[in-house]
């Protein structure tokens, strides 16, 4: 991501004198060149580059030696010494721990539902291609972090991105706000799920799944409460050791069990409902099948897209590493280890389960003992990812409500009861959203659509051109290969796929939802029916 130490062109401005511009400052030492265009030195060959504009005022940070307060993450160590809360002290490991939990979770059991919908072959393939383009645009906004170490969330890229205008940090803030939100509220529908599941039909349990959805709602808040990524990452390593073994589980179970619930040995029968059904030995497709609908094979390519996509938490995760640097070796960590394994799992439980059988998520085709087993280690996941979007969330207002202020690094009355606060009305939003929402697939796809568009593909094209514009404007002209041109037409590429997620899939998701309610798939609004699998 980085390029090779240009020759400075031939002009006597640049070569006045060595200036100190902390507006142009990054996570690494200085060149000669001053002002807004200045680029930096990653090491003795090559740069990281300039930046794209000046700093913007609502995320500097107090300095007392110097007027303009964008210092580099060196800096921002010294400023914390003394505090009692630092938020510069994550390793590349603790951010790797951050990075599995936030990816290896229960959307990994959606990939069987995508596969039998996409077929096999098409479905691994997207599987490739899909972590491949986030690992490509994640290292992109890396890149972006480097240049401007002061960004402490994405919505601070989203205003420098388009010009530093006032009304693409509101969007984005929105954007922003509204998917963590949704995430929440999708773990609160999926804890009271595993609670109707685990407990049946028990009569004790007044309108059990608003009663479970309130008890996640207050188990999630309460873990939401330490303040920062270094703390969360240990609990975060657990989420995804336990994930890890839910899945692989649930994996194996599915080729122990003699048959997949729900099997029905006669090739085609009529359901107690009155539906014709297909019945049989396990139906595996490499291919989709021609009665396969453009909205199911759609959603179904969301549902992979969405697991990926996670590029909205990743500035803020950068904001508190100890070295920037080192962020691409627990990318790539990550990025590793979930094609591989959300593959292997998905391609198991799916051929085990085939067509007729597959539910989303796949621990509804596990047989009783093995489903209650097997989901019964996701309460990790279920709990800590939201309270990882809660926590995301929570200190984007925290740190504009204090900016500068002691409440914002000591441990005082007033910071504290604002941080529980703040997480509080996120909850309670989460959970809202949770009864007024209460399905698994479309309420993914659908966040896909809205939201993914810009924060998985739109935001890091346009950071790439902007990147490349700012180094030609600072004399760093990159060689006219092939490389360069494949390198422009992917991220053009990128830009598009991100708007075909908004608009065809916004339709396709809508669609979606309103053949669900049609068929009667979807239970009403804050019902206390069970959704337990």
Known sequence: MSARTPSPPPDSRRDKSRIDDANASTAFEEDVRPGLWSWTKLDDTTAVGPRIGPALHSVTVASDDSDDSTVTPER?????????????????????????????????????????????????????????????????????????????????????????????WWATAIMFLLNNTFIQGLHVVVGAEYLNTMTGTDPGVACRTVSFGIIVAIVCWLCSLPRTFSTLSKLGLFSAFFTFISVLLAAAFSGAQKQPAGYDPRPSFTSDSGVASVGGSPIVTAFPVKSASYIACFNAFLNISYTFIGQITLPSFIAEMREPKDFPKALWACAIAEVILFSVVGAVIYVYTGNQYMTAPAFGSLQETYKKVAFSFMIPTIIFLGVLYASVSARFVFFRIFKNSKHRTEHTITGWSTWAAILLATWIAAFVIAEVIPFFSSLLSLMSSLFDSFF??????????????????????????????????????????????????????????????????????????????
């Open 76 to 168: 921002q160590h010294e400023l914390e010494k003394g505090n009692a809360i630092q938020y510069r002290t994550c390793s590349w490991q603790k951010t790797a721990a951050l990075l599995f939990s936030e990816y290896i979770c229960l959307a990994i059991m959606s990939f069987p539902w995508s596969y039998s919908v996409l077929g096999l072959v098409p479905g691994l393939i997207l599987t490739v291609v899909v972590c491949l383009v986030v690992l490509y645009t994640s290292l992109v906004l890396w890149e972006f972090c480097l240049r401007h170490p002061e960004v402490r969330d994405v919505c601070d890229i989203g205003q420098m991105l388009f010009w530093n205008k006032n009304w693409a």
């Open 456 to 533: 998985g593909f739109i935001f890091w094209g346009v950071a790439y051109f902007r990147m490349r514009k700012a180094d030609s404007r600072a004399g760093i002209a990159r060689k006219r290969g092939i490389g360069t041109i494949l390198l422009g037409v992917t991220n053009v590429i990128i830009i598009l796929v991100g708007f075909l997620f908004l608009t065809f899939g916004s339709y396709a998701s809508v669609l979606g939802i309103l053949e669900a309610y049609d068929t009667g798939s979807v239970r009403s609004v804050f019902s206390c029916a069970s959704n337990g699998l």
